[in-house]
């Protein structure tokens, strides 16, 4: 079925320095999600992206829908250690119902 | 954030036991999910009901059965786990079932540990 992929898996990055995590699918997707779940914590909304080639800021990150729909990132800005976190992409899948479906995730570790 | 709540947080037991996980949403959504999660496999999909109606069974063993008597409440009743089992058990609710376009709402999770 189709899946969602994410890479990296792992990310160690000094304060400061910039982050990118990125979402490939092998069919096209109506939307994608992201997700955000602090150590401990459980998964929070950040955005829904819906159109071809589509960009949203949230202060430093930075959410981008690729052009045919298949792929995604997420990029933050001089990250802080309030940015530690696993963040998922999520999209439908391609089983009945079209569940919707969670990428791996990319674990952003940031040294102080 | 208390949209979801779940009980209890943690939770021991042994491998005869028979355990129940309870999950409330209080944001009048329509649609209720069961994931776990572990390191292996970060969140797998368990269980789906939608208005009350279960949409969607993942392969998931008989040892897990679920039980939806609202659209508020969802149980995930436990008996006979294996090791294998230990994991995150999280709770999510959306506003109804919209084949992939709906928002989750998350719970904070029922860590389990299987002896």
């Known amino acids: 079925g189709q899946q969602v992929m994410q890479i990296p898996q792992y990310q160690h990055v000094q304060e400061g320095e910039d982050f990118t995590t990125y979402c490939n699918s092998s069919t096209t997707l109506s939307n994608i999600q992201w997700y955000k779940q602090r150590p401990g914590g459980h998964p929070v909304f950040l955005i829904q992206?819906?159109?071809?080639?589509e960009v949203k800021k949230q202060k430093r990150l930075t959410f981008q829908f690729g052009e045919a729909k298949k792929n995604s990132s997420l990029h933050i800005t001089a990250t802080q250690t309030t940015d530690v976190g696993t963040y998922f992409c999520a999209g439908p899948g391609d089983n009945a119902g079209n569940m919707l479906t969670f990428g791996g995730g990319t674990r952003l570790m940031v040294k102080p | 954030e208390t949209g979801v709540t779940q009980t209890p947080r943690h939770l021991v037991m042994g491998m005869t036991n028979k355990k129940s996980l309870k999950c409330e949403q209080h944001l009048g959504h329509n649609a209720m999910y069961w994931y776990k999660q572990s390191a292996k496999k970060p969140l797998e999909l368990m269980f789906v009901?939608?208005?009350?109606?279960?949409?969607e069974n993942n392969s998931v063993p008989s040892r897990f059965s679920p039980e939806c008597p609202n659209s508020s409440h969802l149980f995930l009743h436990l008996h006979t786990l294996q090791p294998e089992d230990s994991a995150l058990y999280l709770c999510?609710?959306?506003?109804?079932?919209?084949?992939?376009?709906?928002?989750?709402?998350f719970g904070p999770g029922t860590r389990l540990l299987v002896l």
């Open positions: 999510a609710s959306s506003q109804d079932f919209r084949q992939g376009w709906e928002t989750q709402y």
């Open positions: 992206l819906v159109k071809s080639g």
């Open positions: 009901y939608n208005f009350k109606e279960q949409t």
